[in-house]
């Protein structure tokens, strides 16, 4: 059964840090693209960032360039962001996804999400 | 950057069929991913590459894309179809993904 358990949300200040993990099972890990995605209080799912099977090529929203970073560890099964400088806005209940090209690209299984709240 | 529009609400009777539109430029172009996700839990791919739907989805859940919409259609819709529907696609000019504003089904 592929699982996915995510990690590391909390309370933070403005500013301040916080890492995130999700580790899977149930699959081999290493021939999947992952992603984040996350869900700010009532409102829609966005997109965060991808990493590609090997990590070596990474892809992420604009509003989080620079501040955000995606990376994952096959021999752990395991996916991590490390978020700085947050803001209020980042907000949000965080999703891991296993991203699925054989359909398509579509994000084929979730976590349950893990929440982040930035506030002072 | 690419831009998904959905309207915020649809609403349908019981047993009637419910279509959620997924609007965008040239969206035909894309490969549509649908989700559903019912209050406090985590979205569920209900339909990938437009039309496919993964295992274990009833065949009431089906989609179309074509020219700038993409819809998702739910036959014969029942109380436990109640929940928010996003449209996806990957956006190749940006390296994005992109998903819609989401369209909340209630069922009359």
């Known amino acids: 059964e592929v699982q996915l358990v995510e990690s590391g949300g909390g309370l933070v200040q403005p500013g301040g840090s916080l890492r995130l993990s999700c580790v899977a099972s149930?699959?081999?890990?290493?021939?999947?693209?992952m992603s984040w995605v996350r869900q700010a209080p009532g409102k829609g799912l966005e997109w965060v960032a991808n990493?590609?099977?090997?990590?070596?090529?990474?892809y992420s929203v604009d509003s989080v360039k620079g501040r955000f970073t995606i990376s994952r560890d096959n021999a752990k099964n395991s996916v991590d962001l490390q978020m700085n400088s947050l803001r209020a806005e980042d907000t949000a209940v965080y999703y891991c996804?296993?991203?699925?090209?054989?359909?398509?690209?579509?994000?084929?299984?979730w976590g349950q999400g893990t929440q982040v709240t930035v506030s002072s | 950057s690419y831009v998904l529009t959905q309207p915020p609400s649809v609403s349908v009777a019981p047993g009637q069929t419910a279509r959620i539109t997924c609007g965008g430029n040239n969206i035909g172009s894309k490969d549509v991913h649908w989700y559903q996700q019912r209050p406090g839990q985590a979205p569920v791919l209900v339909i990938f590459y437009n039309s496919d739907r993964p295992s274990g989805i009833p065949e009431r859940f089906s989609g179309s894309n074509s020219g700038n919409t993409a819809t998702l259609t739910i036959s014969r819709v029942e109380a436990g179809h109640e929940a928010d529907y996003y449209c996806q696609v990957w956006d190749s000019s940006s390296d994005h993904y992109v998903f819609g504003s989401g369209t909340k089904v209630t069922v009359l």
């Open positions: 990493i590609r099977r090997d990590g070596i090529e990474k």
């Open positions: 149930g699959f081999t890990f290493s021939r999947y693209w």
């Open positions: 996804a296993r991203v699925s090209w054989e359909l398509g690209g579509g994000f084929d299984y």
